[in-house]
């Protein structure tokens, strides 16, 4: 998955407040940024990584790039708790038996 983030607009280094794992974000950002092109390779119509020589976008850029993406895409989806304590929350069927028994007991006297 790719990030929102490009050249112009590089990773902050300090993550965004709903990534998961701050730590995690941390050492991706650093590496997302080691695996760019230097700074006179930026306008080059064929840039290479200014880390591992590779044509740029290189794979391990492309690797870092995928996890911050899915970092800040895993904190978007929805908590699937509201639909869990919907069904706890149905009686259970022995209670409703037992109130009948109670209730026929009650009757009979
Ligand atoms: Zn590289």
Redesign the pocket.
């Known amino acids: 998955m790719r990030s929102p983030y490009t050249l112009d607009n590089p990773p902050p280094d300090e993550p965004p407040s709903e990534v998961l794992v701050p730590s995690l974000w941390r050492v991706q950002a650093r590496w997302w940024k ?3 092109p230097a700074l006179d390779q930026q306008g080059a119509k064929h840039p290479v ?6 044509s ?1 976008p ?4 492309a690797c870092w790039d995928g996890q911050l993406g899915q970092a800040v895409h895993q904190s978007q989806t929805p908590e699937p708790d509201a639909g869990e304590a919907r069904v706890s929350a149905a009686p259970p069927s022995r209670a409703i038996a037992f109130g009948g028994a109670l209730a026929a007991g009650l009757a009979q006297t």
Request: charged share 5%; with cysteine.
């Open positions: 080691r695996h760019t990584c200014g880390h591992c020589g590779q740029w290189c794979h391990s850029w």
